[in-house]
Nanobody, 122 residues
Framework: QVQLVESGGGSVQAGGSLRLSCAASGYRVNRYCMGWFRQAPGQEREAVAIMTTYAPPAYADSVKGRFTISRDSAKNTLSLQMNSLKPEDTAMYYC????????????????WGQGTQVTISS
């Protein structure tokens, strides 16, 4: 059974940094596709960063140069380093995974974490 558990969310001021982590069980983070998504109130869930096994990570235009996705095979975790945070980054952030990368791109992965809240104040 696949489980994804996020941590690291919180409240910071604009310009600050946060690091989100996603601990995976029943799923090898270095063998399949994983990503971070976010959803703000009243908005659709959007992909923030997606990591495959065959290409460099892909980022939403709004976070390029500020966010970095990475994975630790030894700890079987996925991380998202978020720098230069802006109030518009405020959202619930979700870790997601699927053995078929296309499902991540279509925002319909098989596995979701429960989410971690990120709040950025101006």
């Amino acid at each position: 059974q696949v489980q994804l558990v996020e941590s690291g969310g919180g409240s910071v001021q604009a310009g600050g940094s946060l690091r989100l982590s996603c601990a995976a069980s029943g799923y090898r983070v270095n063998r399949y596709c994983m990503g971070w998504f976010r959803q703000a109130p009243g908005q659709e869930r959007e992909a923030v960063a997606i990591m495959t096994t065959y290409a460099p990570p892909a980022y939403a235009d709004s976070v390029k140069g500020r966010f970095t996705i990475s994975r630790d095979s030894a700890k079987n975790t996925l991380s998202l380093q978020m720098n230069s945070l802006k109030p518009e980054d405020t959202a619930m952030y979700y870790c997601a995974a699927d053995r078929e990368c296309s499902r991540l791109w279509s925002r319909s992965p098989s596995y979701w974490g429960q989410g971690t809240q990120v709040t950025i104040s101006s």
